[in-house]
Protein backbone atom coordinates (compact mmCIF):
# COMPACT_ATOMS: atom_id res chain seq x y z
CA UNK A 1 0.00 0.00 0.00
CA UNK A 2 1.34 3.72 -0.68
CA UNK A 3 1.62 5.25 2.40
CA UNK A 4 2.04 9.33 3.19
CA UNK A 5 2.85 10.33 6.19
CA UNK A 6 2.86 14.01 7.50
CA UNK A 7 5.42 15.05 10.84
CA UNK A 8 2.34 16.41 12.92
CA UNK A 9 -1.47 15.49 12.88
CA UNK A 10 -2.09 18.91 15.38
CA UNK A 11 0.48 21.80 15.29
CA UNK A 12 0.04 24.87 17.23
CA UNK A 13 1.95 27.94 16.22
CA UNK A 14 2.60 31.59 17.26
CA UNK A 15 2.07 34.74 14.76
CA UNK A 16 5.84 35.28 13.02
CA UNK A 17 7.24 31.74 13.70
CA UNK A 18 8.26 29.90 10.69
CA UNK A 19 6.89 26.92 10.57
CA UNK A 20 7.91 23.33 8.44
CA UNK A 21 5.44 20.88 7.68
CA UNK A 22 6.85 17.58 6.57
CA UNK A 23 5.77 15.03 3.95
CA UNK A 24 7.40 11.94 3.34
CA UNK A 25 5.82 8.87 1.08
CA UNK A 26 7.25 5.50 0.47
CA UNK A 27 6.35 4.66 -3.24
CA UNK A 28 9.43 6.50 -5.30
CA UNK A 29 6.67 9.09 -6.67
CA UNK A 30 8.10 11.53 -8.83
CA UNK A 31 4.96 13.68 -7.99
CA UNK A 32 4.28 15.66 -4.69
CA UNK A 33 1.62 17.97 -3.97
CA UNK A 34 0.57 20.51 -1.27
CA UNK A 35 -3.19 21.09 -0.32
CA UNK A 36 -4.80 23.68 1.97
CA UNK A 37 -8.21 22.52 3.08
CA UNK A 38 -10.70 25.42 4.53
CA UNK A 39 -14.79 24.73 4.95
CA UNK A 40 -16.73 25.69 1.97
CA UNK A 41 -13.73 26.32 -0.07
CA UNK A 42 -12.59 22.45 -0.36
CA UNK A 43 -8.76 21.97 -1.65
CA UNK A 44 -6.81 23.81 -3.18
CA UNK A 45 -3.21 23.96 -4.29
CA UNK A 46 -0.27 25.49 -2.94
CA UNK A 47 2.73 24.29 -4.26
CA UNK A 48 3.89 20.85 -6.48
CA UNK A 49 7.33 19.46 -7.24
CA UNK A 50 7.78 16.93 -10.32
CA UNK A 51 11.11 15.69 -9.23
CA UNK A 52 13.96 16.30 -6.86
CA UNK A 53 14.50 20.51 -6.73
CA UNK A 54 11.71 21.16 -8.58
CA UNK A 55 9.00 22.85 -7.81
CA UNK A 56 6.34 25.18 -9.44
CA UNK A 57 3.09 26.90 -7.27
CA UNK A 58 -0.35 26.34 -7.38
CA UNK A 59 -3.29 28.82 -7.12
CA UNK A 60 -2.44 30.09 -3.54
CA UNK A 61 1.45 30.22 -3.03
CA UNK A 62 1.20 33.80 -1.50
CA UNK A 63 3.09 33.11 2.12
CA UNK A 64 4.55 29.91 1.42
CA UNK A 65 7.68 27.99 0.31
CA UNK A 66 8.48 24.83 -0.29
CA UNK A 67 11.76 21.89 -0.25
CA UNK A 68 12.74 19.01 -1.69
CA UNK A 69 16.03 17.83 -1.64
CA UNK A 70 15.03 13.99 -1.67
CA UNK A 71 11.89 11.93 -3.88
CA UNK A 72 10.57 11.02 -1.17
CA UNK A 73 10.19 14.19 1.17
CA UNK A 74 8.84 17.25 0.37
CA UNK A 75 8.48 20.58 2.74
CA UNK A 76 6.11 22.80 3.47
CA UNK A 77 7.25 26.32 4.64
CA UNK A 78 5.60 29.03 6.35
CA UNK A 79 8.08 31.96 6.42
CA UNK A 80 6.42 34.21 8.84
CA UNK A 81 3.43 32.39 10.16
CA UNK A 82 -0.19 34.57 10.21
CA UNK A 83 -3.09 33.63 11.55
CA UNK A 84 -5.03 33.35 8.34
CA UNK A 85 -2.47 30.30 7.75
CA UNK A 86 -4.37 28.37 10.46
CA UNK A 87 -6.18 25.58 8.33
CA UNK A 88 -5.79 21.88 7.31
CA UNK A 89 -2.72 21.06 5.08
CA UNK A 90 -3.03 18.08 2.85
CA UNK A 91 -0.17 16.25 1.33
CA UNK A 92 -0.12 14.26 -1.66
CA UNK A 93 2.03 12.32 -4.25
CA UNK A 94 1.33 10.49 -7.79
CA UNK A 95 3.33 8.61 -9.26
CA UNK A 96 3.92 9.55 -13.36
CA UNK A 97 1.67 8.24 -15.77
CA UNK A 98 -0.58 5.90 -13.63
CA UNK A 99 -4.18 6.79 -13.78
CA UNK A 100 -3.65 10.33 -12.46
CA UNK A 101 -4.97 9.21 -8.77
CA UNK A 102 -3.31 11.18 -5.97
CA UNK A 103 -2.41 9.60 -2.57
CA UNK A 104 -2.97 11.67 0.48
CA UNK A 105 -1.40 11.70 4.00
CA UNK A 106 -3.77 12.18 6.89
CA UNK A 107 -3.18 16.23 7.17
CA UNK A 108 -1.89 18.99 9.59
CA UNK A 109 -4.17 20.89 11.45
CA UNK A 110 -2.41 23.96 11.86
CA UNK A 111 -3.27 26.88 14.25
CA UNK A 112 -1.96 30.42 14.36
CA UNK A 113 -2.08 32.27 17.26
CA UNK B 1 -7.05 25.68 -15.81
CA UNK B 2 -10.30 23.91 -14.88
CA UNK B 3 -13.50 24.38 -12.30
CA UNK B 4 -15.24 21.83 -10.14
CA UNK B 5 -18.65 22.94 -8.87
CA UNK B 6 -20.66 20.74 -5.87
CA UNK B 7 -23.64 22.89 -6.08
CA UNK B 8 -25.13 20.56 -2.41
CA UNK B 9 -23.09 21.54 0.23
CA UNK B 10 -25.16 18.60 2.28
CA UNK B 11 -27.02 15.53 1.43
CA UNK B 12 -28.76 13.04 3.84
CA UNK B 13 -29.92 9.77 3.21
CA UNK B 14 -31.43 6.64 5.09
CA UNK B 15 -29.54 3.47 5.51
CA UNK B 16 -30.09 1.32 2.45
CA UNK B 17 -31.35 3.94 0.09
CA UNK B 18 -29.66 5.20 -3.26
CA UNK B 19 -28.22 9.23 -3.38
CA UNK B 20 -26.70 10.84 -5.97
CA UNK B 21 -24.08 13.48 -5.59
CA UNK B 22 -23.88 16.28 -8.22
CA UNK B 23 -21.03 17.70 -9.67
CA UNK B 24 -20.15 19.70 -12.90
CA UNK B 25 -16.68 21.09 -14.32
CA UNK B 26 -15.06 23.27 -16.87
CA UNK B 27 -12.22 23.30 -19.06
CA UNK B 28 -11.20 23.65 -22.32
CA UNK B 29 -8.44 20.65 -22.61
CA UNK B 30 -9.59 17.34 -24.31
CA UNK B 31 -7.52 15.40 -21.97
CA UNK B 32 -8.37 14.65 -18.44
CA UNK B 33 -9.41 12.56 -15.64
CA UNK B 34 -12.30 13.11 -13.04
CA UNK B 35 -12.29 11.73 -9.31
CA UNK B 36 -14.50 11.34 -6.54
CA UNK B 37 -12.58 11.59 -3.40
CA UNK B 38 -13.96 10.82 -0.09
CA UNK B 39 -12.67 12.12 3.58
CA UNK B 40 -14.40 10.46 6.37
CA UNK B 41 -14.41 11.82 9.74
CA UNK B 42 -11.08 12.55 10.69
CA UNK B 43 -9.54 10.30 8.36
CA UNK B 44 -7.56 10.00 5.60
CA UNK B 45 -8.72 11.35 1.93
CA UNK B 46 -9.13 8.31 -0.17
CA UNK B 47 -10.13 7.35 -3.85
CA UNK B 48 -13.86 6.73 -4.60
CA UNK B 49 -13.74 6.28 -8.51
CA UNK B 50 -12.10 7.59 -11.15
CA UNK B 51 -13.36 8.08 -15.13
CA UNK B 52 -11.06 9.34 -17.96
CA UNK B 53 -13.16 11.28 -20.29
CA UNK B 54 -11.69 9.85 -23.49
CA UNK B 55 -13.85 6.81 -21.90
CA UNK B 56 -17.34 7.18 -22.84
CA UNK B 57 -18.17 4.02 -20.27
CA UNK B 58 -19.40 4.94 -17.18
CA UNK B 59 -16.77 4.45 -14.24
CA UNK B 60 -18.43 1.56 -11.29
CA UNK B 61 -16.50 0.50 -8.81
CA UNK B 62 -18.85 -1.73 -6.35
CA UNK B 63 -21.99 0.23 -4.92
CA UNK B 64 -20.22 3.76 -6.45
CA UNK B 65 -21.35 4.64 -10.05
CA UNK B 66 -20.39 7.83 -12.06
CA UNK B 67 -23.27 9.63 -15.01
CA UNK B 68 -20.70 10.70 -17.01
CA UNK B 69 -22.33 13.86 -19.55
CA UNK B 70 -19.49 14.98 -21.27
CA UNK B 71 -21.53 17.76 -23.45
CA UNK B 72 -22.54 19.23 -20.43
CA UNK B 73 -19.39 18.49 -18.20
CA UNK B 74 -21.16 17.00 -15.82
CA UNK B 75 -19.27 13.64 -13.54
CA UNK B 76 -22.17 12.68 -10.63
CA UNK B 77 -21.60 10.30 -8.15
CA UNK B 78 -24.51 7.49 -7.24
CA UNK B 79 -24.41 5.87 -4.34
CA UNK B 80 -26.31 2.88 -3.82
CA UNK B 81 -27.52 0.34 -0.98
CA UNK B 82 -26.15 3.26 1.65
CA UNK B 83 -23.93 2.26 4.36
CA UNK B 84 -23.12 4.11 7.81
CA UNK B 85 -19.67 3.62 6.35
CA UNK B 86 -20.63 6.06 3.96
CA UNK B 87 -20.86 9.02 5.60
CA UNK B 88 -17.93 11.72 4.94
CA UNK B 89 -17.20 14.54 3.27
CA UNK B 90 -17.06 13.78 -0.63
CA UNK B 91 -15.15 15.80 -3.18
CA UNK B 92 -15.17 15.83 -6.95
CA UNK B 93 -11.83 16.71 -8.73
CA UNK B 94 -10.32 17.23 -12.10
CA UNK B 95 -7.14 17.09 -13.74
CA UNK B 96 -5.64 18.19 -16.93
CA UNK B 97 -3.61 14.58 -17.94
CA UNK B 98 -2.30 16.24 -21.02
CA UNK B 99 0.34 18.03 -19.05
CA UNK B 100 3.40 17.16 -16.60
CA UNK B 101 2.82 17.51 -12.83
CA UNK B 102 -0.65 19.23 -12.39
CA UNK B 103 -2.47 19.33 -9.18
CA UNK B 104 -6.37 18.18 -8.87
CA UNK B 105 -8.52 20.88 -9.24
CA UNK B 106 -11.22 20.50 -6.18
CA UNK B 107 -15.31 20.99 -5.74
CA UNK B 108 -16.11 22.58 -2.43
CA UNK B 109 -17.25 19.47 -0.99
CA UNK B 110 -20.73 18.01 -0.42
CA UNK B 111 -21.27 16.69 3.33
CA UNK B 112 -22.62 13.22 3.29
CA UNK B 113 -25.29 12.45 6.07
CA UNK B 114 -26.10 8.57 6.41
CA UNK B 115 -29.44 7.99 8.57
CA UNK B 116 -29.67 4.96 10.50
Known amino acids: DVKVTQSSRYLVKRTGEKVFLECVQD?????MFWYRQDPGLGLRLIYFSYDVKMKEKGDIPEGYSVSREKKERFSLILESASTNQTSMYLC????????????FGPGTRLTVT | AQTVTQSQPEMSVQEAETVTLSCTYDTSESDYYLFWYKQPPSRQMILVIR??????QNATENRFSVNFQKAAKSFSLKISDSQLGDAAMYFC?????????????FGKGTHLIIQP
Open chain 2, 51 to 56: QEAYKQ
Open chain 1, 92 to 103: ASRPIGEGWEQY
Open chain 2, 93 to 105: ACVYSGGGADGLT
Open chain 1, 27 to 31: MDHEN
